[in-house]
């Protein structure tokens, strides 16, 4: 993933055009944008998040935020019920247990990912004689 001005990409190589395709995530508006290099799709990522924030100016219209920091969420009536509990007995309310379950996942896995991504950028690469 890429980030830029607080926007969320995701890229992915297409090997019948042998480029990379990147889109930002999060939004509800299409942003997308495509490189043939590592360098190329990160400058093209910058670029396409600037244009659409500029498109937006111009319209006078606000760019899509990409979270409101608000969500429905769903979930079986004996786990509403177990947190219910836990957050009456720990004199929480249900959204702050809720928040923080979310947050410890969500922070674990996001560590995974980051300690993913330095161990394949510091791993030196064999050069070709």
Known sequence: MMQ???YV????????AMILHGEV????????????????????????????LAFC?????SPDKPCSGQFIVRIDSDLH?????????????????????LAGEVNRKWAKSDARASSRASTPRKRKK
Do not use: H, M, W
């Open 4 to 6: 830029y001005k607080d």
């Open 9 to 16: 990409a995701k890229v992915e190589f297409d090997p019948d």
């Open 25 to 52: 995530i999060g939004i509800r508006d299409v942003v997308t944008f495509q490189g043939k290099s590592v360098k190329e799709i990160e400058k093209a990522f910058r670029e396409s998040v600037d244009d659409y």
């Open 57 to 61: 100016k111009q319209r006078g219209e």
């Open 81 to 101: 019920r177990k947190a219910s509990i836990l957050a009456d007995s720990s004199g929480k309310s249900l959204n702050s247990v809720v928040a923080d379950a």
